[in-house]
């Protein structure tokens, strides 16, 4: 499939994704800072179990960190002028699929509260089973938690970003979408 042009962009900035890798790295290497100095600071007599356990969660922290593929950009989403992209993954890699959703197949874009508080921006999309199964797996599971119903055509798919306001994102959307449709 040829590159599409990015029109809109949904997802964590790039220095976002740089300060929570960072943080990670800091809070893992002092960690394991504690897990090495662990006799010392918590007595001689103190249960080996957190020693270890402090050396396992620095490693994980660490490990987030230190990933080449977790230092790109955290995409949710694009908007193209053919449709909608959503990456299988993120961060999105170089082999990573891509679902494209043309235009017609995406029924509304609006602001909802799905997850109670929070409010996201929700796609309403014209999605077959195959599609919401490669790519949005725990979708089922989710709109059964929440009470959606899975209408047949009208697939919510909602995504909360903290770096976005989604109302703002929702009228750039459907401006987009007008432009397309």
Known sequence: MKEQRELYWFGTPYVAVVVLLLLALS????????????????????????KYFFYLLST???????????WQRWTYFILTAEGIRFPESTPVGRNTPW???????????????????????????????????????????THRLLGFENKRDNTPVAFSNAFARPERAVAEMNAIRSLYR
């Open 99 to 141: 679902l494209s959703v043309p235009w017609e197949r995406v029924n509304a874009i609006t602001v909802e509260k799905p997850y109670g508080t929070s409010r996201s921006v929700c796609l309403w999309l014209n999605l077959n089973e195959d599609e919401v199964n490669d790519h949005f797996r725990n979708l089922q599971l």
């Open 60 to 70: 994980v922290f660490i490990m987030t960190g230190v990933r080449p593929r977790n």
């Open 27 to 50: 809070f893992g290497l002092a960690v394991g800072y504690l897990a090495f100095n662990y006799e010392v600071l918590a007595g001689e007599d103190s249960p080996i179990f957190f």
